[in-house]
């Protein structure tokens, strides 16, 4: 492990040279990347400063190289549906017996587990008590690693929706803040509680969900009326909005409204996928996810009717992608990480490849169509001239073997290393 002091990154004098075989993300993913051989990275500060064949610029006398020659270089790569804060372990004791000060307290060792998995930038969907909040300011001042956060702070959702807490006596309560909110003056007041303090993105509940003991799995959860003002709200304060959806009425509403993605997206219709491609709404799957419940929800003491919900969503989630798959709807990259363990965060790219994309696709769907979704394309996305040092090297081909991104052994955020794990001259 290779760990230089963050402050080393805002001083112009400090380079990297990286030696390596370069994969480049042109564009979005309905068109090619292309893979250079044998080129160097020129690091300066925090910022890529040049890109090219070796000898086609001059490389400072006192920079540092790193040899990744024989390895794949990538853009940093982004998951742009984590809850980074928290992690399943027992349904009942992470429900009932874990406060704020334990989730605050583990926070740190998930954000370092998920950078050191590649994931340079992450949009966090959802965390209690604004310890997203702390521990992306933490991440910012360098007293821990972990990836560049995109924070949603309190999810917004109904009472007695995916958002709030059912199947439980009316008697039990918790002080806590609370993202439940009903009708338009209720949900224009929450989004500015979130954004007063610290959203940089509105998380909507747009329908039932999975680890919820709602009766269903995909049903609305807000009329239109109320999606659109969540929407405009967030429109006016300069904030995106990102509904979690499963079912397809809900699906429709909240493209309607004019959210940014779709998250999870498991039961659509054709009118959805239509929809969808019209509007230029993101779908973010959340693939593996659904297979960890199923695989190890008894693992996790989830409730038998959670894993229900989980496999009657299943066969249905990967068909309904792959369609909107064939009629290029948009799909960027996010995983759910936290039903799962952090650190796993690359499962879902095998799960993309089978369900019809291309490795080159499933890679921009990380790479630059993640940040397009999160308005970042001039600072993430691609190995350029003046993007974010944020890079990952991998021993092989990802185009060949799209499993290899499970084995990240260098990663690079803005101009620091934070793992290297491979042969070369250090």
């Avoid at 017996?97 to 966090?124: Q, S």
């Avoid at 499933?362 to 999160?374: N, R």
Wanted: charged residues 25%.
């Amino acid at each position: 492990m290779l760990n230089h002091k963050i402050h080393e990154t805002h001083l112009i004098e400090h380079h990297f040279i990286l030696a390596c075989r370069v994969w480049i993300a042109r564009s979005r993913a309905t068109k090619a990347g292309a893979v250079l051989e044998r080129r160097v990275i020129l690091i300066e500060g925090e910022i890529i400063k040049s890109v090219g064949p070796e000898g086609s610029f001059a490389i400072p006398s006192l920079a540092k190289t790193v040899d990744l020659a024989g390895a794949t270089v990538l853009p940093g790569l982004i998951d742009c549906h984590i809850h980074i804060t928290s992690q399943s372990e027992d349904y009942y004791a992470d429900l009932f017996r874990r406060t704020p000060m334990d989730i605050a307290v583990h926070a740190h060792v998930f954000a370092r587990r998920t950078l050191e998995a590649g994931f340079t930038t992450c949009r966090d969907l959802g965390a209690a008590e604004f310890i997203d909040v702390a521990l992306k300011k933490a991440i910012n001042a360098g007293k821990v690693p972990g990836p560049r956060l995109f924070v949603a702070t309190l999810a917004i959702g109904s009472t007695g929706g995916h958002n709030d807490l059912n199947g439980f006596s009316p008697y039990l309560k918790f002080q806590t803040f609370t993202g439940v909110a009903d009708g338009v003056e209720d949900i224009r007041k929450a989004v500015r509680f979130q954004i007063k303090n610290g959203a940089d993105v509105i998380k909507m509940i747009g329908t039932a969900g999975v680890l919820s003991e709602e009766e269903s799995v995909g049903a609305p959860q807000y009329s239109l009326e109320e999606m659109k003002t969540m929407v405009e709200e967030a429109a006016m304060w300069g904030r995106r909005v990102a509904a979690h959806a499963h079912g397809a009425e809900g699906i429709k509403r909240a493209v309607q409204a004019g959210v940014a993605s779709i998250e999870h997206d498991s039961i659509l219709d054709d009118d959805a996928l239509t929809l969808m491609k019209q509007r230029g709404t993101y779908l973010v799957p959340t693939l593996y996810a659904i297979q960890a419940i199923i695989e190890h929800g008894k693992e996790w003491n989830l409730p038998d009717r959670l894993i229900d919900k989980a496999k009657a969503i299943n066969s249905q989630k990967e068909q309904w992608l792959r369609k909107a798959i064939q009629a290029g709807v948009k799909i960027a990259y996010g995983t759910d990480a936290g039903v799962f363990p952090h650190g796993e965060n690359a499962k879902d790219f095998r799960l993309l490849v089978r369900a019809g994309m291309t490795p080159m696709q499933s890679i921009q769907s990380a790479t630059v169509v993640a940040a397009e979704l999160l308005g970042q394309s001039e600072h993430l996305g691609s190995v350029k001239p003046g993007k974010l040092a944020d890079l990952v090297a991998v021993q092989g081909d990802p185009l060949r073997d799209i499993s290899v991104l499970e084995r990240v052994q260098f990663v690079m955020k803005g101009g620091v290393v934070y793992k290297v794990q491979l042969t070369g001259k250090q």
